[in-house]
Each structure stands twice: as C-alpha cells, then as structure tokens.
T-cell receptor, first 117, second 116 residues
Framework: GAVVSQHPSWVICKSGTSVKIECRSL??????MFWYRQFPKQSLMLMAT?????????EQGVEKDKFLINHASLTLSTLTVTSAHPEDSSFYIC?????????????FGPGTRLTVT | AQSVSQHNHHVILSEAASLELGCNYS??????LFWYVQYPGQHLQLLLK????DPLVKGIKGFEAEFIKSKFSFNLRKPSVQWSDTAEYFC??????????????WGLGTSLAVNP
C-alpha cells in the first residue's frame, strides 16, 4: 500500500514552453502533497506544500507564478513549470501524506526528470 | 532556524562492517524523526521513524536508530552492512507545530558505498 506515482518519469522540453507533472496517490487519500526539487548528489529542497481544495503554500524563494500547483482532488496534485528555462532542469519529486493513520508519514513518488533545452 | 545536520557526507565501508550515521537537529520542541534511503536510480523509501515511545526504533533491512532527546540526535545504525546497502541516506525531522503542515526538514544526506 501507500504508493505514489508521478507522470511523466522524464520529459525534455524547449525553453519557453510549459510542462505539467502529475502526482497521484494510488491507494490512499492525501489531503496534503509536497513538491520537492533535488539537484544531483544533494538533498531535497521543499518547493511547496499542496493542500486539497486550497492554494499551495510556497517556500521562500520559490516563484509561485512559475511553479503552478493544483491539488484538485484527494489523489491528484499537479505541478506546472511555466515558461521553462534551462536552469529549471532538475529532478522533481512529490510526496503524499496519508490522512487516515494520522502518522504524518510522507510517501514519495519516483520523481520526474525535467530537461529544458 | 530549524535545521538538520548529517555529519558524514561520504562513507565507505567493507561488507560486514558496522555502520553508524549521525543526525542532529536544532529545534527545542517535539519532533517526529525519520530516516529515508534512496538506492541508485530508485525513489526515496522510509527506513524507520520515531514518533513517541521507545527511543530505540527498528526499521527495515536490519537498520535501527536511537533518539536521544538530550543530544537532539537520531543516529542510524546497522551492525553488519551489505553491498546492497549502498545508497544515499537522509535524515529528516518534522516539528510538531500547529499549522506547520508537519513538513519535513532534511539533512544533506550521506552517501554510503559498501565494497564487496
């Protein structure tokens, strides 16, 4: 149980275009999902916290107009990188927190590798 | 500011050696503590967690960690490592603050390489 999927697993796009990444909790409901960015050989950087039915909370330094987050249901959150630039190339990881158990444990998706050319 | 410090950035061991990875955090209140592992090319997986109770917690694959509140530490241990333990290990802390969304504060990670 507690499986989180991400789609796509990797994407290449041209500079100036937008890319949407989906994060789904497959077998549980998640009121909260988190979006992270991971650089090679580095730790995870929290970008934003996504709560179902409300606006996302962005971490300091993260442009909310560039990284659009939508959490429309208890099993789906999306991250859209708008007007992507090469510096946005990174590994994006989502996690989902199960609400039933109350343990606040986060389950992680496999990540999406974004390359902007 | 809340932070998590992992003392060892790179660790190289031979199989059957014992492992201890240090993790300290800076926060005076109640916390939940986690160790995650990321095997090469794979996603993050939970190794073990501490919420309350016995400060010595056992996780998967023979790992354990001990929460020492007075030292703000949550060190990860394994008595005998295997080549398959080669991975990145991340310590994470979640302050139990109201309205904090229980977000995780991450250490920078420790890269463990186990030589066969």
């Amino acid at each position: 149980g507690a499986v989180v999927s991400q789609h796509p697993s990797w994407v290449i796009c041209k500079s100036g275009t937008s890319v949407k990444i989906e994060c789904r909790s497959l077998d549980f409901q998640a009121t909260t999902m988190f979006w992270y960015r991971q650089f090679p050989k580095q730790s995870l950087m929290l970008m934003a916290t996504s709560n179902e039915g409300s606006k996302a909370t962005y971490e300091q330094g993260v442009e909310k107009d560039k990284f659009l987050i939508n959490h429309a249901s208890l099993t789906l959150s999306t991250l859209t990188v708008t007007s992507a630039h090469p510096e946005d190339s990174s590994f994006y990881i989502c996690s989902a927190r199960e609400i039933q158990t109350g343990t606040y444990e986060q389950y992680f998706g496999p990540g999406t590798r974004l390359t902007v050319t | 500011a809340q932070s998590v410090s992992q003392h060892n950035h790179h660790v190289i061991l031979s199989e059957a050696a014992s492992l201890e990875l240090g993790c300290n955090y800076s926060y005076g209140g109640t916390v939940n503590l986690f160790w995650y592992v990321q095997y090469p090319g794979q996603h993050l997986q939970l190794l073990l967690k501490y919420f309350s109770g016995d400060p010595l917690v056992k996780g998967i694959k023979g790992f354990e960690a001990e929460f020492i509140k007075s030292k703000f530490s949550f060190n990860l241990r394994k008595p005998s490592v295997q080549w398959s333990d080669t991975a990145e290990y991340f310590c994470a802390v979640s302050p139990t603050l109201a309205g904090n969304n229980r977000k995780l504060i991450w250490g920078l990670g420790t890269s463990l390489a186990v030589n066969p």
